[in-house]
């Protein structure tokens, strides 16, 4: 029986994997309660302008101000921003696992994530995920967002690994299917114990066992 390569590159979602989603459906619920928002409202202009903010077609600016601002408001811009990255989470016993895992196998990470430009900037900075990420496959960056293949088409001739070599961890079924279709291998994250279990099985073990739920 012929023996599998050894994975050599991750490709990781941001939202739901190592942070919390950047700008989901319940922060938008909160920062309606917060400012004192018509949540239907919102929700309906949030669609109609969010997608092209995170394939990089707008600013967040402009977001905000078709989105949010689109009449007069009892509070400024950088009152509603400061909130809307304030909402972002990290798991660090994620970031912790891929961390260890990238110094064992000398493994090369890539990130494929759907997130506005602006915001993706500060997740990276503020929760220092260049420090052991190695490429950014941003939707904001390349214009593509997930379920289109073609993000995932960009990703495997940005990392230039053999796609057998290549393992893809995500929290949502649809774009893990996707990734699959191209022959790209990938595991469905739902809680960290089940992931390290698939991370093993696929020959990537930590010494010391990363067991903590992510918060």
Same mark, same amino acid.
């Given at each position: 029986?012929?023996?599998?390569?050894?994975?050599?590159?991750?490709?990781?979602?941001?939202?739901? @994997?190592?942070?919390?989603?950047?700008?989901?459906? *319940?922060?938008?619920?909160?920062?309606?309660?917060?400012?004192?928002?018509?949540?239907?409202?919102?929700?309906?202009?949030?669609?109609?302008?969010?997608?092209?903010? !995170?394939?990089?077609? #707008?600013? +967040?600016? !402009? %977001?905000?101000?078709?989105?949010? /601002?689109?009449? !007069? $408001?009892?509070?400024?811009?950088? &009152? =509603?921003?400061?909130?809307? /990255?304030? *909402?972002?989470?990290? =798991?660090?016993?994620?970031?912790?696992? /891929?961390?260890?895992?990238?110094?064992? =196998?000398?493994?090369?990470?890539?990130? @494929?994530?759907?997130?506005?430009?602006?915001?993706?900037? %500060?997740?990276?900075?503020?929760?220092?995920?260049? !420090?052991?990420?190695? /490429?950014? @496959?941003?939707?904001?960056? @390349?214009?593509?967002?997930?379920?289109?293949? &073609?993000?995932? $088409? +960009?990703?495997?001739?940005?990392? *230039?690994?053999?796609?057998?070599? #290549?393992? =893809?961890? &995500?929290?949502?079924?649809?774009?893990?299917?996707?990734?699959?279709?191209?022959?790209?291998?990938? #595991?469905?994250?739902?809680? #960290?114990?089940?992931?390290?279990?698939?991370?093993?099985?696929?020959?990537?073990?930590?010494?010391?066992?990363?067991?903590?739920?992510? $918060?």
């Amino acid at each position: 029986m012929e023996k599998a390569l050894p994975i050599t590159t991750l490709f990781l979602d941001i939202g739901g @994997v190592l942070l919390t989603n950047g700008w989901d459906h *319940q922060a938008r619920k909160r920062a309606a309660m917060h400012f004192k928002l018509e949540w239907d409202e919102e929700e309906v202009l949030h669609h109609l302008m969010f997608a092209a903010c !995170e394939e990089g077609k #707008i600013t +967040l600016n !402009e %977001y905000l101000s078709r989105a949010v /601002f689109n009449e !007069e $408001r009892p509070f400024t811009k950088d &009152e =509603y921003r400061e909130f809307m /990255f304030a *909402q972002s989470r990290s =798991y660090p016993e994620m970031i912790e696992l /891929f961390t260890q895992l990238k110094a064992r =196998y000398k493994l090369k990470i890539g990130v @494929v994530s759907n997130e506005a430009r602006e915001l993706n900037a %500060y997740r990276i900075g503020k929760f220092k995920l260049n !420090e052991f990420v190695d /490429f950014f @496959v941003s939707s904001c960056f @390349v214009h593509l967002r997930k379920p289109d293949a &073609e993000i995932f $088409r +960009l990703a495997l001739d940005m990392a *230039q690994t053999p796609v057998e070599q #290549i393992l =893809y961890v &995500e929290n949502t079924p649809m774009f893990v299917d996707i990734a699959e279709g191209l022959g790209i291998q990938g #595991i469905l994250h739902t809680e #960290i114990r089940s992931t390290v279990a698939k991370l093993a099985s696929f020959g990537l073990q930590i010494d010391n066992g990363v067991t903590h739920e992510a $918060r």
